[in-house]
């Protein structure tokens, strides 16, 4: 099935490829030379799946994008108190390029600015055998789970043309923020904005910080929670510049965009947001990177205040149902139909909250089923909030399993999803329990891959599946002992405790048995209908009945009665043996469903 989510992607990216507004950066004349109309998106979850579309892997220079990174490794390197005492915290309200220093001491406003991000780069000191530039591209690498390198082309061009940011340097010298010579820092500032990257690095390194520190494709934990939070912070604040205010209200996330056109969007514990185009608006940032971060945030409920919660996924286990039966006993034919058949139909069962990761880890495992699965249950019963993205992405997942001709089916007991299908075509299966949906798409299988007489809604006794070892004769003479009677809907046919009442064929209709729960409330053990037996179970449990059993609807059934039994035992002890031996062969067949069904509830 195609993902919705991809299918978005691909629709809002031909929709933003058509703004051309902004100009590429031409201030650096290596830099200059590229085409306004490369474009790429790029979403990568704390889980490590990839959603890309555009030019993703087109690499261009990473710029001030590097700054969280490095500013991340000086407080790693040196605790948040020292590295306070060289660069605030605070937003400066002023483009990147701006002098922003306090008055008196000189500090940097804050280490998004230009100012503040030489002042970072100046607190690295080498390491290891590894000089101050190696370990900063060492870690930038690691975040982005590849080996990066540097642009020469750019860096000579920075190092040619960046007289402002040598004035900065110097004149944070003159106030002993940097506090050695400030050339060497100013070269390998320079270098760390030319260090190449693609969309793809971007959202992977946005991901590492979504991630709290920790790569999701290679799992290696490049950063301490500590400074991931401290840098997170400063990036909401402070990332997009004199644009923050209006980024934090209508993006909603913590972000930092570079002059060559790349931006970067984190949603802690959720996703990592990419976008690369070249062209420019007024603050420095891609005209397309902020229309496409708007976009998802809104159409996603991506902003911080929506999306408040951990996106973990919410996919608590899935199964078919040949590992979890219905618990209704099945004629020989219809199990065998099952047994060959069950991988069709499919349990997901959903828990938490369904907000933008929470969806995605839904739709990815939708996307991904096997196109033998014909039958797709969601279980909806541990679901706490609902997001309007799920409902939306969720729907179009459905269209796109009728297209391909398959089912999904709703175990829904709330209804949180009800309003979401009043306008489909057709209904959409949706039951309160578990054993429904699954029952419901055993009937389906059945009558697919079987026939009419796999699912009887009237059977004669003597070919009810426990007597199929007789001999017609043997069933014929069995069925003259019993004696026939009729339950009304509801009606209580054996309750707990009850001695041994006879065998019950049920020639037509359903019963339902059921047992007290630790609450006090019942717990449903299985559905019998038309051919199905009960009441021998009574025979291991000194006699007494350890279930209720109850009509479901109209029942009709034709029991052997203990005194029946009695009187066959004393009268022909053969058939009376045989009797027994297909009771017990019918008996461990529904002893081996419970097992599995009961199986099923503990683990729930």
């Not at 003159?174 to 050339?183: A, Q, R």
């Not at 005194?563 to 027994?580: Q, T, Y």
């Amino acid at each position: 099935m195609d993902s919705p989510i991809e299918n978005y992607l691909k629709r809002i990216h031909q929709e933003i490829a058509e703004l051309k507004d902004g100009k590429p950066y031409s201030t650096i004349p290596a830099m200059a030379n590229v085409d306004p109309d490369n474009f790429g998106i790029c979403l990568t979850t704390v889980d490590g799946y990839i959603y890309e579309v555009g030019d993703t892997r087109d690499e261009f220079s990473i710029q001030s994008i590097s700054k969280p990174f490095t500013y991340g490794l000086a407080l790693a390197d040196l605790g948040m108190d020292a590295v306070d005492e060289k660069v605030d915290v605070e937003p400066s309200g002023d483009s990147f390029n701006e002098i922003s220093l306090a008055e008196g001491t000189g500090r940097p406003s804050n280490a998004m600015i230009n100012a503040g991000a030489l002042t970072a780069t100046s607190l690295i000191k080498g390491s290891g055998g590894n000089g101050r530039f190696k370990r900063i591209l060492n870690t930038y690498s690691a975040f982005a789970g590849r080996q990066l390198s540097v642009n020469t082309d750019i860096y000579e061009s920075e190092l040619k043309h960046g007289h402002r940011n040598r004035a900065l340097a110097h004149l944070l010298r003159s106030f002993d923020i940097i506090e050695d010579d400030p050339t060497p820092v100013i070269e390998d500032y320079f270098r760390q904005c030319s260090v190449l990257v693609n969309c793809l690095d971007l959202s992977v390194m946005a991901a590492t910080l979504a991630n709290s520190g920790r790569n999701p494709l290679t799992g290696r934990q490049v950063m301490e929670i500590g400074p991931i939070e401290r840098v997170l912070s400063v990036m909401t604040t402070c990332g997009m510049y004199d644009d923050a205010g209006a980024w934090i209200s209508t993006v909603g996330m913590p972000a930092k965009s570079g002059v060559a056109g790349g931006t970067i969007a984190v949603l802690p514990g959720q996703v990592g947001l990419a976008v690369y185009s070249p062209p420019l608006d007024e603050h420095g940032s891609s005209v397309r990177g902020m229309a496409t971060s708007q976009r998802l945030s809104r159409d996603m409920e991506l902003h911080f205040v929506r999306a408040a919660r951990t996106g973990k996924s919410a996919i608590r286990s899935t199964y078919d149902i040949s590992a979890s039966p219905s618990g209704i006993r099945r004629n020989d034919e219809a199990m065998d139909i099952l047994r060959h058949n069950g991988h069709r139909a499919r349990v997901i069962e959903l828990n938490g909250d369904l907000l933008f990761a929470g969806t995605e880890s839904m739709i990815r495992e939708l996307s991904s089923l096997d196109q033998t699965i014909e039958f797709i249950i969601l279980d909806l019963r541990r679901v706490d909030e609902v997001a309007d993205v799920s409902l939306r992405l969720l729907g179009e997942a459905r269209e796109n399993l009728v297209a391909e001709g398959r089912e999904l089916v709703l175990i829904d007991s709330d209804g949180a999803l009800a309003a979401t299908f009043e306008d489909v075509d057709r209904e959409v299966p949706t039951f309160d329990t578990r054993t429904a949906a699954v029952e419901w798409c055993e009937d389906q299988l059945i009558a697919a891959y079987g026939d009419d007489l796999y699912l009887p809604s009237v059977v004669k006794v003597t070919d009810c599946p426990a007597l199929s070892p007789l001999t017609g004769a043997d069933a014929a003479a069995l069925a003259d002992r019993m004696e026939e009677r009729e339950y009304d809907d509801g009606h209580v046919i054996r309750r707990v405790g009850q001695r041994f009442g006879g065998v019950f064929f049920i020639l037509s209709g359903k019963i339902s048995t059921s047992v007290p729960g630790p609450t006090g409330d019942r717990v449903r053990l299985t559905t019998l209908s038309a051919g199905m037996t009960f009441g021998e179970l009574a025979l291991g449990s000194d006699d007494r009945q350890e279930t209720t059993v109850k009509a479901v609807g109209g029942v009709k059934v034709m029991v052997l009665t203990a005194d029946a039994i009695a009187s066959l035992e004393s009268e022909d002890p053969r058939l009376a043996v045989e009797l027994w031996k297909a009771l017990t062969r019918d008996a461990y067949t529904r002893v081996d469903l419970y097992l599995r069904e009961t199986a099923v509830r503990v683990r729930d």
